[in-house]
């Protein structure tokens, strides 16, 4: 049986989804579920550059964005992000609401979801689940003094990564780090992209 299902984003999967995931979703809609995101992953595969997570310790309440699947299996649905995100299956979030028969998820990003979905009447909600590795990454707490530090310390071509994946970020996305940032002289927002 078809299911509703939607993928929620908030970062790069908004501009640089790539064509073979683009393809089996319809269009971003800006009102999703409100998740607590942060700038607070350091990414290597963006040169150090911070990218957004859901991070309930750091993050700040954001009202995501989603789009339906044009597939009617969740299983492919996971694969697709799994894929497009270049990451293990536990990376990636879900809640099938017929699974849940009644309960509440375990952690209270998916408790979010799950109500956020209920309310949409979807059956299926997938999203990216990586988490902070500020601390693992730069062997200091998270804040956004640190932050602003780590960026500074990042070779040129890191700052240019960070730079575009900060100023890229869907304008609805306002946190801390964002906004110390955005007064950094170094930082300059591409006004084209």
Sequence with gaps: MPHQIAI??????????????DRWHDEWRLDGPVLRLEFSRVSSRRLGA??????????V?????WC?????????VIADLRCREDTTLKNIGHVMLAQLGGKEPDD???????????DHEL????????????LSKTERPFSVAEAVAHL???PTAGKVKAAEYISRAPEFINTPLRSA???EPWFVKDEGG
């Design 8 to 21: 929620l984003g908030w970062g790069s999967l908004l501009w640089e989804g790539g064509a073979e995931f």
């Design 152 to 154: 500074k310390k990042l």
């Design 61 to 65: 309440p954001n009202k995501v964005a």
């Design 68 to 76: 339906l699947s044009r597939r009617p299996d969740p299983d492919n």
């Design 123 to 134: 059956d299926v909600v997938v999203w990216t689940k990586l988490a902070s590795n500020f």
């Design 108 to 118: 209270k990003p998916a408790r979010d979801i799950a109500a956020w979905a209920k």
């Design 50 to 59: 911070p990218t957004l997570v859901i991070d309930p310790e750091h993050g």
């Design 181 to 183: 940032v955005q007064k």
